[in-house]
């Protein structure tokens, strides 16, 4: 299966436990792997075919900045039915992480992969 790749997507939401982070924005970093099968798209060359991956960013991203989730686990959930809502996504792997959340941590985070028959 063909993959399309979204790399270090930042939104910026509300997503924690404590009160503190529930106040206001913090950054959210999110990586998407959608897997489909690009053969048609690459024989017509036509986005129709495409997993478009600008609409698709915009979708994630939107969502990541108002679903105000407690839990990392939850959003990844929520981003991952975005994804397999696009019609040629069969698959996907979703990374959602927190960066600076943890002290000497660069980031910490949860990755789930999803497919159209779950």
């Keep these: 299966m063909d993959k399309t790749i979204i790399k270090d997507l930042l939104a910026r939401g509300i997503i924690g436990i404590h009160d503190w982070e529930r106040e206001k924005p913090q950054d959210i970093l999110i990586n998407i792997i959608a897997f489909s099968d690009t053969r048609a798209a690459a024989q017509s060359d036509d986005i129709a075919d495409c997993v478009d991956y600008s609409k698709l960013s915009k979708l994630v991203q939107a ?9 990392v686990e939850a959003l990844a959930n929520d ?10 996504v069969q698959r996907v792997i979703v990374r959602v992480e927190k960066p600076g959340a943890v002290r000497f941590a660069a980031s910490v985070g949860v990755e789930i992969e999803r497919g159209r028959d779950e």
Excluded: D, F, G, V
Aim: glycine share 0%.
């Design 63 to 71: 969502h990541a900045e108002s679903a105000a989730r407690l839990t």
């Design 79 to 88: 981003l991952a039915k975005i994804c397999l809502a696009q019609k040629n």
